[in-house]
């Protein structure tokens, strides 16, 4: 099961990519996650990566594409990963296919799944001033949709819970602009290799999770 979620910044699939991971056993692979754990650690790609990620602008594919499509040929990817984050440009989602038509043959090449989480631009400033994240572990949570149950520290690890530079107001709307002009032709990607399948990501989370389930079991 190979499957890449698309989606607006805080459309919530990355929530989504975690609760599939956990159902069918197959690792959630998050670009920002590794990315802001280079920042955390102060390595060179963190810092580079983060001069980008704090303006709200897309990492450079020359940073990016390698580093995802190094990880999707690890072992723990035999059985299929979840890409959450990437790819974010066609010429990401190109150089994942041809990475895919190289390593895989039969049933082992391409994409199961494209799942675009659909949420409103409006509802989308909303929520994400909500968002806290856990810079420890990568847990994220909602202050009103998904709160951690012990307040402003994490569930998992204890940390105190931030709200991401990257999530802040101003970098929202950054965002958004280049989500449209550089992430949305994804979709029209992915539907033209008939791998689309699109939910509607205002519902309450386990809704969208459980119209997921379908979609990949139908
Ligand atoms: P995310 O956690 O997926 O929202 O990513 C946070 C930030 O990391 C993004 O706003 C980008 O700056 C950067 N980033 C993550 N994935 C990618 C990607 N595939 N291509 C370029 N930049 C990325």
Same mark, same amino acid.
């Given at each position: 099961?190979? =499957?890449?979620?698309? #989606?607006?910044?805080?459309?919530?699939?990355?929530?989504? /990519?975690?609760?599939?991971?956990?159902?069918?056993?197959?690792?959630? +692979?998050?670009?920002? @996650?590794?990315?802001?754990?280079? =920042?955390?650690?102060?390595?060179?790609?963190?810092?580079?990566?983060? &001069?980008?990620? *704090?303006?709200?602008?897309?990492?450079?594919?020359?940073?990016?594409?390698?580093?995802?499509?190094?990880?999707?040929?690890?072992?723990?990817?035999? %059985?299929?990963? =979840?890409?959450?984050?990437?790819?974010?440009?066609?010429?990401?989602?190109?150089?994942?296919? /041809?990475?895919?038509?190289?390593?895989?043959?039969? &049933? %082992?090449? #391409?994409? @199961? $799944?494209? +799942? %675009?989480?659909?949420?409103?631009?409006? %509802?989308?400033?909303?929520?994400?001033?909500?968002?806290? /994240?856990?810079?420890?572990?990568?847990?994220?949570?909602?202050?009103?949709?998904?709160?951690?149950?012990?307040?402003?520290?994490?569930?998992?690890?204890?940390?105190?819970?931030?709200?991401? @530079?990257? *999530?802040?107001? &101003?970098?929202?709307?950054?965002?958004?602009?280049?989500?449209? &002009?550089?992430?949305?032709? !994804?979709?029209?990607?992915? *539907?033209?290799?008939? +791998?689309?399948?699109?939910?509607?990501?205002?519902? @309450?989370?386990? *809704?969208? $999770?459980?119209?997921?389930?379908? +979609? !990949?079991? /139908?």
């Amino acid at each position: 099961m190979k =499957i890449v979620m698309l #989606g607006a910044p805080g459309a919530g699939k990355g929530t989504q /990519a975690k609760m599939i991971a956990a159902k069918y056993q197959v690792p959630h +692979i998050s670009s920002g @996650d590794i990315f802001r754990s280079n =920042i955390k650690n102060g390595t060179e790609l963190g810092k580079k990566a983060k &001069e980008y990620m *704090d303006q709200g602008l897309l990492v450079p594919d020359e940073l990016t594409v390698d580093l995802v499509i190094d990880r999707v040929s690890w072992d723990d990817c035999k %059985n299929g990963y =979840i890409l959450d984050g990437f790819p974010r440009t066609i010429p990401q989602a190109k150089a994942l296919d /041809a990475a895919l038509a190289k390593n895989g043959s039969g &049933e %082992n090449c #391409g994409l @199961d $799944f494209a +799942i %675009n989480v659909d949420v409103p631009d409006e %509802n989308i400033v909303r929520r994400m001033s909500g968002r806290r /994240a856990c810079l420890k572990c990568g847990a994220t949570y909602h202050t009103v949709y998904n709160p951690s149950k012990k307040g402003d520290v994490c569930e998992v690890c204890g940390e105190a819970l931030v709200l991401r @530079d990257d *999530d802040k107001p &101003e970098t929202v709307q950054k965002r958004l602009a280049v989500y449209h &002009e550089q992430t949305q032709p !994804l979709i029209e990607y992915y *539907d033209g290799q008939s +791998i689309l399948k699109t939910v509607d990501g205002t519902q @309450d989370m386990n *809704d969208v $999770f459980a119209a997921i389930v379908r +979609i !990949l079991e /139908a």
